[in-house]
């Protein structure tokens, strides 16, 4: 059983940065594409952005497109999520998902993923 753990989050003026670690204990991390989503209250998870095993190929919701970053380490079995220019509707639960059948897209519905962290809080205040 795969086991993701978040951390990195907290609360932040609109307009700074913070940066979002996600470990996956799994030794078949350089497996699996990995994606960051979020959950505002009262709103569906969303997704944020999306990475392919190799890390060559990203992917980005519109919202977040020239200020979010996600990246990979395979060696320390870590995807990173930098957030930079930060609004407060950015505002939400980050969580990591790994999807260990990855096809030649990465997807952006939440059904695909098959491990999930247990999220960290974003806070952005105005």
């Known amino acids: 059983q795969v086991q993701l753990v978040e951390s990195g989050g907290g609360l932040v003026q609109a307009g700074g940065s913070l940066r979002l670690s996600c470990v996956s204990s799994g030794r078949t991390f350089s497996g699996y594409a990995m994606a960051w989503f979020r959950q505002a209250p009262g709103k569906d998870r969303a997704f944020v952005a999306g990475?392919?095993?190799?890390?060559?190929?990203?992917y980005y919701t519109d919202s977040v497109k020239g200020r979010f970053t996600i990246s990979r380490d395979n060696a320390k079995n870590t995807v990173y999520l930098q957030m930079n220019s930060l609004k407060p509707d950015d505002t939400a639960v980050y969580y990591c998902a790994a999807d260990r059948n990855p096809s030649t897209t990465i997807p952006t519905l939440a059904p695909n993923y098959d491990y999930w962290g247990q999220g960290t809080q974003v806070t952005v205040s105005s």
């Open positions: 990475m392919s095993r190799s890390g060559m190929f990203s």
